[in-house]
DNA sequence: TGAACGTGTGAGATCGTTCCCATACGGTTC
DNA sequence: GAACCGTATGGGAACGATCTCACACGTTCA
């Protein structure tokens, strides 16, 4: 049972005050003192109320974090769980335990939830929509945005640079040789995909030589939708002389492999495939996936590392953080 | 900022009991001072502190999940991120927010955090010590276990039926006419592993007529794994004229259909294989993996259930819940 | 007329800690 | 021997809510 620090006082004979120093380990004790505490404490497995601290001291030293998602996957997609596992570790060694809560109508009830039981912080992940930011403004509490886009310059964010990234596939699909080349391109409403599209353009414009190159516009950014958008497109992809496809992610791009495979088409002789994500899944397939990978260790690391020093109130941390997207290279190019 | 209920009662002209009163929606309060206390409030965006109503009615309305495991992915498992979306998504609807922890000492540590918390009640997912159990006992503490293995018959358990689920994956292979066997067996002190092999043993000797089969041991439970000891028993394989492969789970089926297939060889045309746990990337190979499916969601929802009706004091609550194992029928058989 | 009841409100204690302050004691220092 | 120090301890208030109880009013009914 729950034991209160009354009862331990009692038990080793000494005040409530004087059981909380030796207990929180402040203050004045003497060793005769220390050790019938401690010996008390020991023997009836007393653990200390985090709640009645969290009331004085007006700290809670837990912080929320909050995926906003239309669907699921949620934790379970391969992009968000790297990165939960990665702050949830980050966390646990600056001494913060973590509510983890999904939102799946981009509404303000988690957010409300978390509010009310005090966080300190708030991290939010994914796309959200600028009426959560405003909110969270208002109530003065440290939070932080990973893999969200904003055109608030105050709202502090970190991403991976999707536009160099993209650019950096481009350059080495041409070095490869390819002139001929299909985009298969997530939603245009997203950030992360917009970019991708656009660093992948730049990087062939600035070669010069491209012969063709063709756009599929995609509504979503699931394998499935990959698959189908590919076996509407096999034909004109074939028909057209490409030899290589870009996806702006992952799934889009493995799904479009899928139904290429299916087909007889070799990978990467017939037409060589490249992603966007590096998630785990992409090293497995076979062909295995060649995919420009997000650093979401680092993104996770810092990100509790950031709002750590936002709880502390340390001032001018930088609002965007940008991290650098390298190509893994494996069997589908 | 944070307003208290103090603050509140000034503003609308009323006492704290009157406030309370009317935020909380219990007890008399007329119409006016209803409405002027609920206009302050919604004035001032106040969010009741859950820590004070916490302190006094001693129950948070949070609940912890630990994860057990020696390395990660831990969230980012494709198994365990499915189970926490469900249990995230369980949870929200009853109310309850969840302390999501992650251990891979086995220690005590994450524990001790989530009881000094005061949750109400605690999800263990994965295999832990029996030490974790008896400590967790002491302090009388709502809990349950998911996807672990206990011989304590008074701890309340989520488990997929593995033992029927291997035998059901060994008479589908010996309906398609496989009488030439291998199985990659993943670690045998685990309990889904070592009744996933046992049970699959039992569905073949119940047919008899077997002509061979072979058991192929593994240390881990990985792709790596799967993919490395199926280059070294590739041999073995096509020499004993094996025609189908199983293995205790998707991730080692999926490692040694890669080996199979960059080394040419046509699957299920010269091989057939069969995996266990049906996480999402094995629809999306190709070829895609038949695999035996585990009921992730209805684990994740039944565990809030069940520990929601364990806070609620319900009696007789069933020890041992057990979830059917069902064949996902897919290309590589 | 007054007892009983329903409605509405507020004062005070309480939950389990921490922290400020008062106090006490033995030893230096002037 | 008075003043001061460091060490050691305990009393009481505070954190922000809820809950029990007391009380005050107006109505109803014997």
Redesign the interface.
Known sequence: ??HNIKEIAKLAGVSRSTASRVISGKGYASPEVRERVTAVVERL?Y??????R??VSQR?H?IGVIVFRER???????LY??L??SI??AA?AKGY??????DQEMSLR?T???????VDGLILISRLRKNVIDYVK???IPYLMVNGSTDDPEVIHLVSDDEAGGANAATYLHGLGHRRLMIIAGPQEHRSHNLRLAGFKRGLEEKGDIEKLAVVPSPEST?EQGYRLMAENAEAFAEGGFTALFATNDMLA??A??LL??RGWSIPGQAAVIGYDNI??SG???PALTSVNVDLDAMGRDSVELLDRLIRGEPDLSKLNEYPSEIVIRQST
Chains 1, 2 share one sequence.
């Open positions: 049972m729950s497995q653990k200390p109320n985090a709640v009645a969290a009331m809670t837990n699921p996957p949620i934790v379970s997609h391969p769980g790297k939960i596992d949830l570790t646990e335990s973590v509510f983890l809560k999904t988690s409300d939830y978390l509010l009310e039981q005090r208002k109530f003065r394998f493995l799904g492999m899928k495979l299916e785990g899944l497995m397939y076979f």
